[in-house]
């Protein structure tokens, strides 16, 4: 998304020592025409440039933040179940990630279809497992576990840690991104290396 710069410069200029105050025509012309002269300078770009697939823009951060957001809205009001449920919605560029545990296969199905219809979400992985909620403890544990797999990823020269998104629930790790095959494999590969995951579930839209 361009960026648009906008400068604008104000001046006053008198002239001291004089027994008259005269505006400077030849200074204001300038200063008019600075921006001119200079803004298309600084646009100037030497070589090819390409877009970064592998990053979202600002908008697409803000979308899957709104999506969050008025999914957790949707998802209480659909069902009455839903609001004691133990549900997680995880959005990564129009992507759709629902974990947690709900009390029938029913409300699993109620939950994704209160969201599918929402502005930008172009798919949902219905994750939700037929169960009971799990403990605060089981929720500390993969809070922790999401720590250490994220500290993996990132502290690996083979993988684009920045660029991965990490959920946990009840052991089981999930992993979202827009990568290439080859790092999606190579982040898969970490995190298998990471104590106290039980399952590698891979959420990512390949880039290539």
């Not at 809070?143 to 990132?154: D, F, G, I, Q, R």
């Given at each position: 998304?361009?960026?648009?710069?906008?400068?604008?410069?104000?001046?006053?200029?008198?002239?001291?020592?004089?027994?008259?105050?005269?505006?400077?025509?030849?200074?204001?012309?300038?200063?008019?025409?600075?921006?001119?002269?200079?803004l298309p300078a600084c646009s100037t770009v030497n070589g090819p440039t390409s877009e970064n697939y592998g990053k979202r823009t600002l908008?697409?951060?803000?979308?899957?933040?709104?999506?969050?957001?008025?999914?957790?809205?949707?998802?209480?009001?659909?069902?009455?179940?839903?609001?004691?449920?133990?549900?997680?919605?995880?959005?990564?560029?129009g992507m759709v990630l629902l974990t947690g545990q709900v009390a029938s296969d029913e409300i699993k199905s109620t939950a994704a279809a209160?969201?599918?219809?929402?502005?930008?979400?172009?798919?949902?992985?219905?994750?939700?497992?037929v169960a009971g909620p799990t403990s605060m403890m089981a929720r500390t544990n993969d809070s922790w576990l999401t720590t250490k797999v994220?500290?993996?990823?990132?502290?690996?020269?083979?993988?684009?840690?920045?660029?991965?998104?990490?959920?946990?629930?009840?052991?089981?790790?999930?992993?979202?991104?827009?990568?290439?095959?080859?790092?999606?494999?190579?982040?898969?590969?970490?995190?298998?290396?990471?104590?106290?995951?039980?399952?590698?579930?891979?959420?990512?839209?390949?880039?290539?």
């Amino acid at each position: 998304m361009p960026l648009h710069l906008t400068i604008e410069l104000l001046y006053e200029f008198d002239m001291i020592g004089t027994t008259q105050r005269k505006p400077m025509k030849f200074f204001r012309y300038f200063l008019c025409l600075a921006p001119l002269l200079v803004l298309p300078a600084c646009s100037t770009v030497n070589g090819p440039t390409s877009e970064n697939y592998g990053k979202r823009t600002l908008g697409t951060v803000w979308d899957d933040q709104m999506i969050e957001s008025r999914g957790k809205a949707n998802i209480r009001a659909a069902n009455e179940q839903l609001k004691k449920a133990h549900v997680n919605i995880t959005a990564f560029n129009g992507m759709v990630l629902l974990t947690g545990q709900v009390a029938s296969d029913e409300i699993k199905s109620t939950a994704a279809a209160s969201i599918k219809d929402l502005r930008k979400v172009r798919t949902v992985h219905n994750e939700l497992e037929v169960a009971g909620p799990t403990s605060m403890m089981a929720r500390t544990n993969d809070s922790w576990l999401t720590t250490k797999v994220k500290a993996a990823l990132l502290s690996s020269n083979d993988t684009e840690g920045n660029r991965v998104k990490v959920v946990t629930e009840n052991g089981v790790v999930y992993l979202m991104g827009l990568l290439t095959r080859t790092e999606a494999e190579a982040a898969v590969e970490k995190t298998r290396t990471v104590f106290g995951v039980q399952k590698i579930v891979k959420v990512f839209e390949y880039i290539n």
